[in-house]
């Protein structure tokens, strides 16, 4: 079975940091590009960023460049959201999603595997 | 930045009614670079169509996309209890690879 497991969320006060982690299975997973998406309490989707398949492309929302930093193991079949400086508005559920084109056609970043999500909640 | 702008904000149809819903552009994206969402609440986005016309995986065929430029369209020709859901639509041509604000189809 294809499967997202989203790690690491909790409470943090403004200005702190939280690494959020997502493991998959079922699938050759260095072959896909994965990508983070969130979505504040009531409200709708947010494109976070999203990683190539060889870690050769990176891509971040302005909302949390310089802020948050994604990173891969392909090795250990996992991928990393490293977030720094976190403010009130990061507060949401975050979803890890795996990208539906596989290597060498990885750039196609639509979701077609998703996480249940982890809750990140930034308040002091 | 590519804005996508969905309309009308809430449907409200009969099961076994048709539901169009609409997903506009700020700029030209190629119809390979749309996809659209379904939601329903406490889990997780399902992904519906990509490259505007693709029904993903287990999709039924009631559900259709169709558009380019910057014009888009989902439609369910008889809508089913379990389609009562919010949809998105998004665009992953260009850095960011933003989504719609969501239509929300509920039941009259």
């Known amino acids: 079975e294809v499967q997202l497991v989203e790690s690491g969320g909790g409470l943090v006060k403004p200005g702190g940091s939280l690494r959020l982690s997502c493991g998959a299975s079922?699938?050759?997973?260095?072959?896909?590009?994965m990508n983070w998406v969130r979505q504040a309490p009531g409200k709708g989707l947010e494109w976070v960023s999203s990683?190539?398949?060889?870690?050769?492309?990176?891509h971040y929302a302005d909302s949390v460049k310089g802020r948050f930093a994604l990173s891969r193991d392909n090795a250990k079949n996992s991928v990393d959201l490293q977030m720094n400086n976190l403010r009130a508005e990061d507060t949401a559920v975050y979803y890890c999603?795996?990208?539906?084109?596989?290597?060498?056609?990885?750039?196609?970043?639509?979701?077609?595997?998703w996480g249940k999500g982890s809750t990140v909640t930034v308040s002091s | 930045e590519i804005v996508l702008t969905q309309s009308p904000g809430t449907l409200s149809l009969s099961p076994g009614e048709r539901a169009t819903l609409s997903c506009k552009a700020s700029?030209?994206?190629?119809?390979?670079?749309l996809a659209w969402y379904q939601q329903k609440p406490g889990q997780a986005p399902r992904l519906l169509i990509y490259?505007?016309?693709t029904r993903a995986t287990g999709i039924p065929d009631r559900f259709s996309g169709s558009g380019s430029g910057t014009d888009f369209t989902l439609t369910i020709t008889r809508l089913e209890p379990e389609d009562f859901a919010v949809y998105f639509c998004?665009?992953?041509?260009?850095?960011?690879?933003?989504f719609g604000p969501g239509t929300k189809v509920d039941i009259k």
């Open positions: 700029q030209s994206i190629r119809s390979r670079d």
């Open positions: 990683i190539s398949s060889r870690s050769s492309f990176i």
């Open positions: 490259a505007a016309a």
């Open positions: 999603a795996r990208s539906g084109s596989s290597f060498p056609f990885d750039y196609d970043y639509y979701m077609d595997v």
């Open positions: 079922g699938f050759t997973f260095s072959n896909y590009s």
């Open positions: 998004q665009q992953y041509g260009r850095s960011p690879f933003t």
